[in-house]
């Protein structure tokens, strides 16, 4: 079975330039589930979709960070515009599991995208 | 507000001895709990996972993680750590009551001495 795909690996861009990141999770997965891991910390969840809906974008900064799943499948991150803070490994996930359900299936990792502000 | 805590950032073994990682949680309902590794430049890979069918769970690499409800604790073991091991470990802990995001500890580096 496929993984989840993440594009690009790497990415080094401008203080206040903007940046998209890509994420195709493995066929089937309702759930999708970005999150932001700074060196040194353990990843934070930046967005949680179910489908084509959103779950929890709680820790979003919306000022400057947008998230989409038009169709429920593939997921694009964007940040615009991007600030030295932001420097970070973004991680995809996916899962069978519901919002809603209690299941006791993993979430599956992609390969993260590090992303350099400078 | 549920969290995880793992007790130590970096633990340091020698290659044949055993390796324990901490983790405690903090919540009163039931839990999904895993444990993840992460080697340098590498994705997320699935060590263990708590399925409620035995407290004691085993997963790969000779890792063995125990669930004690009373302690709210999910440490995770290894009777003998192999240079192999040297990684940074993430517990990780779902609620189905917060809509099951996956909340994540800070990680452990763990580093095996030859």
């Known amino acids: 079975e496929a993984g989840v795909a993440q594009s690009p690996r790497y990415k080094i861009i401008e203080k206040r330039q903007s940046v998209a990141f890509w994420c195709n999770p493995i066929?089937?997965?309702?759930?999708l589930y970005w999150y932001q891991q700074i060196l040194g910390q353990g990843p934070k969840l930046l967005i949680q979709?179910?489908?084509?809906?959103?779950?929890?974008d709680s820790q979003l900064p919306k000022d400057r960070f947008s998230a989409e799943r038009l169709k429920g499948v593939d997921s694009t991150l964007k940040i615009q515009p991007a600030k030295l803070e932001d420097s970070a490994v973004y991680l995809c996930?996916?899962?069978?599991?519901?919002?809603?359900?209690?299941?006791?299936?993993?979430?599956?990792f992609g390969q993260g995208t590090r992303l350099t502000v400078v | 507000a549920q969290s995880v805590t793992q007790l130590d950032s970096h633990v340091s073994v020698s290659e044949g001895t055993p390796v324990l990682l901490r983790c405690n949680y903090s919540?009163?309902?039931?839990?999904?709990l895993f444990w993840y590794v992460q080697h340098p430049n590498k994705g997320l890979q699935l060590l263990l996972k708590?399925?409620?069918?035995?407290?004691l769970v085993k997963g790969i690499n000779g890792f063995e993680a125990e669930f004690k409800k009373s302690e709210t604790s999910f440490h995770l073991t290894k009777p003998s750590a192999h240079m192999s091991d040297a990684a940074e470990y993430f517990c990780?802990?779902?609620?189905?009551?917060?809509?099951?995001?996956?909340?994540f500890g800070a990680g452990t580096i763990l580093r095996v001495k030859s």
């Open positions: 979709f179910q489908n084509n809906g959103v779950v929890d």
């Open positions: 990780v802990v779902r609620w189905l009551e917060y809509g099951n995001k996956l909340v």
């Open positions: 996930a996916s899962s069978l599991v519901l919002a809603s359900q209690r299941r006791n299936t993993e979430a599956f």
């Open positions: 066929s089937g997965h309702a759930t």
């Open positions: 919540s009163s309902y039931s839990p999904s």
């Open positions: 708590y399925t409620s069918a035995a407290t």
